[in-house]
């Protein structure tokens, strides 16, 4: 598996077009589940191809093909083709895909909009004995087999696509395959990133959200930022949106001439906060009555960035919808610019966030703890300062972009968003890369420096913030502001402790097992889980001295050295 995904990437790396994956876990993508018709050319769009497409248009793009698509609820016997058949009665499907959550459920992209109103023409509302259903008539639909007793199949017949994130012990038997640590860490970014299905999901999920925000807002837009579309979104991160009302508010507009304008009648309220505030409980409390499956809704509209929180079960999405969030959108951008780059980038911010992850630095509940934000910076922040560099500074991005200003409440946020780079002359190896970041964050001056990607310099700390992280456009605020000391410190022990684990010749070599990056994803019971002081304090790399002796050991007496046995436990990594 490790092989195919190697030429896979080698391929993307070289910026050729890709080849096929027939073995990846992820395979598929763009053929499973693909409609037997008018499916021909199309390539889901991959990142650091030559032809990376603008944030925007591609943004653009998918916001028109999740219009054009509806999620099904199936019965638990569907079948593939009487399902085909009778959906493609209602107009010519694009592409479909089948997955599992609690229950069968497919996504299904028309081509024109007509089909998905004919659908709802056609459907009714459930009529149910105890209860009552709420007639908010959705794309998301039941599908109901009428003929129950003409149906053969117990068990479905179609082929459902994961879209859970893939357990450690699975990637640790992939990666252990790779020849290289190079290898290894594109693997990882393979078998973690989001999926062209998962990501559509996404886009699908926003559209369903609009549809409720629209009926007070008819112009708005629902848009996801964050990791669903920075590119370095892995399998199971959160859905983050963003109500966009700029169309509405005017804020764009040209101010009319002649002796008359006309201007709407509002309410006043003390601030934009305030506004955010109201419209995001009033939308809040719509999804909540009448958005079918989503759950679980939370309304946090005291923080810095209200927002309000619920989870869509046919997707299994957490999402956090928030809105006047227009920086958190550019630095989405921003980020997505720094991922075409260059392949190392994505590669390498991958490994490290999965690193992260298993080493209890990074969690999936809000606290003092490293946000995978934050560590993005820190990969891009080494990136920039390679020689030559890998990347450009966030300065030279605005350099370059010409008529392109962003000027968002004051704050700078320009830079250029079709932003060209030539091949970076530096060949450093992800190896090099990796083993540097580890050595440099276990050796920076975290005490008083800050962390700059405008500049790609350090910079005098501004405040006493253990860890600081200057946020690139609002440059007074700090993004790693949570981060207590105890938690910086556990990162650059870990950071430490790799940096060593990787120096040692005995793990470097593909025959070791673990070996390379394996190495550094050995759950890491003594930092995040463990209960005992004793067993706490024991470091990894004391794990490692004894695994090296047991290697040795192992060395004299065989030359097979054995492969992962499989006595890992099955520890998803969630974000
Ligand atoms: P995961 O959800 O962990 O996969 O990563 P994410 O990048 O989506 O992070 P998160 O959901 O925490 O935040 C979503 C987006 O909000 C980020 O990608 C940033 O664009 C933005 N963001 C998050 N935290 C900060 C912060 O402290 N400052 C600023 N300016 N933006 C932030
Ligand atoms: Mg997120």
């Known amino acids: 598996m490790a092989a195919s995904v190697w030429r896979r990437v080698q391929a993307v790396a070289g910026r050729q077009l890709r080849v096929p994956r027939p073995h990846s876990r992820s395979a598929g993508r763009s053929s499973v589940g693909a409609a037997p018709v008018a499916d021909g050319s199309e390539e889901p769009d991959l990142p650091n191809k030559a032809t990376a497409k603008t944030f925007s248009a591609l943004q653009a793009e998918r916001h028109e093909q ?111 395959e790779a020849k290289s640590i190079d290898e290894q860490l594109y693997t990882v970014l393979e078998e973690m990133q989001l999926t062209e299905e998962n990501t559509r999901l996404r886009f699908l999920v926003c559209s369903l959200i609009k549809e409720i ?31 966009d009302l700029d169309g509405i508010s005017g804020r764009n507009k040209a101010k009319p001439g002649g002796a008359f304008s006309v201007e709407y009648q509002t309410k006043r309220v003390a601030s934009e906060r305030v506004a955010t505030q109201s419209i995001l409980s009033v939308i809040g409390e719509c999804i909540d009555q009448f958005a079918p499956g989503c759950t679980g809704m939370q309304k946090i509209l005291n923080a810095r960035c209200p927002l309000v929180r619920f989870s869509h079960q046919p997707s299994g999405f957490q999402c956090d919808l928030t809105a006047n969030n227009r920086i958190a959108m550019r630095s989405t951008e921003l980020l997505y610019i ?22 209890g630095i990074t969690s999936s509940v809000p606290g003092a703890w490293i946000t995978n934000f934050s560590l993005t910076m820190m990969v891009l922040f080494l990136l920039q300062r390679r020689n030559p560099p890998i990347i450009p500074t966030l300065d030279q991005l ?39 970041f580890f050595e440099f964050y276990g050796s920076f001056a975290f005490n008083n420096m800050s962390i700059n990607i405008r500049k790609g310099k350090e910079q ?108 890992q436990k099955n520890i998803p990594i969630v974000r």
């Open 398 to 436: 605005k350099g370059q972009a010409e008529k392109d200003v962003h000027i968002i409440e004051s704050h700078d946020c320009t830079f250029a968003s079709d932003y060209k780079m030539k091949s970076s002359q530096n060949t450093e190896t992800l190896e090099d890369l990796l083993q540097d």
């Open 66 to 176: 999740a219009e054009r698509t509806i999620l099904i609820s199936c019965p638990p016997n569907v079948t593939e083709k009487k399902f085909y058949n009778y959906l493609a009665s209602y107009g010519t499907i694009n592409k479909y895909f089948f997955y599992e959550t609690f229950g069968i459920y497919a996504l299904v992209e028309f081509s024109g909009k007509e089909s998905i109103e004919a659908v709802q023409r056609a459907s009714t509302i459930p009529g149910l004995q105890h209860e009552c259903a709420v007639p908010f008539k959705s794309r998301f639909f039941n599908l109901r087999n009428n003929h129950l007793g003409s149906q053969t199949a117990i068990h479905p017949s179609v082929h459902r696509l994961k879209q859970s994130v893939i357990p450690l012990n699975e990637l640790l038997q992939n990666i252990s």
């Open 213 to 243: 925000a629209a009926a007070y807002f008819p112009e708005c837009s629902i848009r996801p930022f964050g990791s669903t579309v920075n590119n370095f979104g892995k399998m199971g991160c959160d859905l983050d949106m963003f109500l």
């Open 460 to 567: 005098n700390k501004p405040e006493p913030s253990p860890l600081h992280i200057q946020n690139p456009f609002e440059q007074a605020l700090n993004v790693s502001k949570n981060v207590n000391q105890t938690q910086l410190d556990r990162f650059v022990r870990a950071a430490r402790e790799s940096a060593w684990i990787l120096q040692q010749e005995g793990l470097k070599h593909p025959k070791a097992n673990p070996w390379g990056f394996s190495a550094l994803l050995l759950p890491n019971s003594q930092t995040s889980m463990g209960k005992s002081k004793k067993r706490r304090r024991q470091p990894a790399s004391e794990r490692i001295k004894n695994l090296l002796d047991s290697l040795k050991a192992n060395k004299q007496s065989t030359d097979s050295l054995s492969r992962p046995n499989g006595h």
């Open 338 to 359: 720094y991922s075409t780059l260059d392949p190392r980038v994505r590669a390498l911010v991958f490994g490290i966030r999965c690193w992260a992850r298993v080493q």
